[in-house]
């Protein structure tokens, strides 16, 4: 069974479940800092909710761009 779960074709598999699992699981993160929240407040909720997924987005690129170098990384000393 450990040889059926080490194919290549598998792994790739499951890579591509995983990603689809985390884009579809969804958390509710406040991320915004004292003067962004102030500024949230005084816009209403349907603007701050949009801050907020803004203030988000640009924290998870330089993880999603240093996890691409990463990989490439491990996968160039692979061989």
Known sequence: MLTYLCTP???V???ILMAVLFC???IDASAQC???T????QL???PAQGLNAGIIYL???PFVFM???GYRWWKSNQN
């Open 13 to 15: 598999v499951s890579i």
């Open 34 to 36: 004292s003067l962004c």
């Open 44 to 46: 209403g909720e349907g």
């Open 24 to 26: 579809c699981v969804t």
């Open 59 to 61: 924290m998870a690129a």
């Open 9 to 11: 074709m598998n792994k």
């Open 38 to 41: 102030k500024t949230a407040q």
């Open 67 to 69: 996890g691409v170098i």
